[in-house]
């Protein structure tokens, strides 16, 4: 599985933002799907936004409206834009890539990577 290189995440106030990266240089070729998924302590993982090669995005229902998935093609950077943040996004944030179609960010879960982040801790205190 090849690694990807994140940054971003850390504390922040609950309607707060900020933004994570995700550095995908490693991977060979244009994935078909990227995306972000989290894992919040005692809790299972939770696929949260995906895009593909296209550039459509899905995101999973509690981040709609607040959360923003984008990429970088020239630089193979992908990004996930977190707005008007709860306490309940607290969670490790991983970055993946599929060669594979994603039907939806439950893919990243469900099915298995390519490549992976080493994740980011994104806290959220109210």
């Known amino acids: 599985q090849v690694q990807l290189v994140q940054s971003g995440g850390g504390s922040v106030q609950a309607g707060g933002s900020m933004r994570l990266s995700c550095e995908a240089s490693?991977?060979?070729?244009?994935?078909?799907?990227m995306g972000w998924f989290r894992q919040a302590i005692g809790k299972e993982r939770e696929g949260v936004a995906v895009?593909?090669?296209?550039?459509?995005?899905t995101y999973t229902e509690s981040v709609k409206g607040r959360f923003t998935i984008s990429k970088d093609n020239r630089k193979k950077i992908l990004y996930l834009q977190l707005n008007s943040l709860k306490p309940e996004d607290s969670a490790m944030y991983y970055c993946?890539?599929?060669?594979?179609?994603?039907?939806?960010?439950?893919?990243?879960?469900?099915?298995?990577?390519?490549?992976r982040g080493q994740g980011t801790l994104v806290n959220v205190s109210s």
């Open positions: 895009i593909t090669n296209q550039g459509l995005t």
């Open positions: 993946a890539a599929r060669r594979a179609l994603c039907f939806s960010p439950r893919s990243l879960i469900t099915y298995s990577l390519d490549a």
């Open positions: 490693a991977l060979r070729g244009d994935p078909e799907c």
